[in-house]
């Protein structure tokens, strides 16, 4: 006869698709997502009640840039338990700020339970914010041009729809110089640059240089996009 010794050791670590584990995977969570969800997986034994602490830790992003919330406190496995999640809340703004990270750890598993790899992950926070401006702050074209080739650039997160309204008006210019106008232009997915026109009269006065005014409007939609300058030109 045989005596089968039963292991009652639990392992806990943080669920990875990495094979074989290793330490400190990363995780990616947009801004506008609310919260990071962070599953911590049980092998091996799952006879028993253990518990594991876990904890939050500033990397590039940070509690005091209200970027996420600090967070920590235990996950409790019951008997037959092989998962568990806490989540992390992120803080969600209208500003670029690229994208940053934080780390999470576990610690302190309850006996039967041991740690294994991975204990720690870092959680990068993909700033989901376009930014638009002017390709420059000044443009010329010559009275008889026609027309004026003015680009507007998006930078940041450039996966998404998003728009900005721009407008053309008096500078020193006076009306009868240039077409006076204003639209909207739609970046879709991937898109980086649009083009508009700003059409001008040659009224065969010697008047000298004369400016029209280029003015960039609140881009849509507000929660994830913004201005950079420059955002107004001549």
Same mark, same amino acid.
């Given at each position: 006869?045989?005596?089968?010794?039963?292991?009652?050791?639990?392992?806990?670590?943080? *669920?990875?698709?990495?094979?074989? @584990?290793?330490?400190?995977?990363?995780?990616?969570?947009?801004?506008?997502?609310?919260?990071?969800?962070?599953?911590?997986? +049980?092998?091996? @034994?799952?006879?028993?009640? /253990? @518990?594991?602490?876990?904890?939050?830790?500033?990397?590039?992003?940070?509690?005091?840039?209200?970027?996420?919330? *600090?967070?920590?406190?235990?996950? %409790?496995?019951?008997?037959?338990?092989?998962?568990?999640?806490?989540?992390?809340?992120? %803080?969600?703004?209208? /500003?670029?700020?690229? $994208?940053?990270?934080?780390? /999470?750890?576990?610690?302190?598993?309850?006996?039967?339970?041991?740690?294994?790899?991975?204990?720690?992950?870092?959680?990068?926070?993909?700033?989901?914010?376009?930014?638009? +401006?002017?390709?420059?702050?000044?443009?010329?074209?010559?009275?008889?041009?026609?027309? *004026?080739?003015?680009?507007?650039? +998006? #930078?940041?997160?450039?996966?998404?729809?998003?728009?900005?309204?721009?407008?053309?008006?008096?500078?020193?210019?006076?009306? +009868?110089?240039?077409?006076?106008?204003?639209?909207?232009?739609?970046?879709?997915?991937?898109?980086?640059?649009?083009?508009?026109?700003?059409?001008?009269?040659?009224?065969?006065?010697?008047?000298? $240089?004369?400016?029209?005014?280029?003015?960039?409007?609140?881009?849509?939609?507000?929660?994830?996009? #913004?201005?950079?300058?420059?955002?107004?030109?001549?």
């Amino acid at each position: 006869a045989t005596v089968v010794i039963n292991d009652i050791d639990s392992g806990l670590s943080i *669920a990875s698709t990495n094979s074989p @584990a290793i330490e400190n995977p990363t995780f990616y969570v947009m801004e506008n997502s609310n919260y990071a969800l962070i599953t911590v997986v +049980r092998t091996n @034994a799952s006879t028993g009640t /253990v @518990a594991v602490h876990f904890s939050t830790q500033d990397g590039t992003a940070t509690v005091a840039a209200q970027d996420y919330v *600090a967070t920590n406190g235990f996950l %409790v496995f019951t008997n037959g338990q092989l998962s568990n999640s806490f989540t992390v809340p992120i %803080v969600a703004n209208n /500003v670029y700020q690229g $994208d940053r990270f934080f780390t /999470v750890g576990l610690d302190s598993p309850t006996r039967p339970a041991q740690l294994l790899t991975p204990t720690n992950a870092t959680i990068v926070i993909v700033d989901n914010n376009s930014i638009f +401006r002017f390709s420059s702050s000044a443009y010329e074209v010559f009275e008889n041009g026609v027309a *004026a080739p003015i680009t507007v650039l +998006r #930078s940041g997160y450039t996966n998404s729809t998003v728009s900005v309204p721009f407008s053309v008006t008096n500078g020193t210019a006076p009306s +009868r110089d240039f077409v006076s106008t204003n639209g909207v232009l739609v970046f879709t997915n991937g898109e980086v640059a649009k083009t508009f026109l700003v059409f001008v009269n040659d009224n065969t006065i010697i008047d000298g $240089d004369r400016t029209v005014q280029l003015s960039l409007g609140r881009p849509s939609p507000p929660s994830s996009t #913004s201005l950079i300058t420059p955002n107004s030109a001549t």
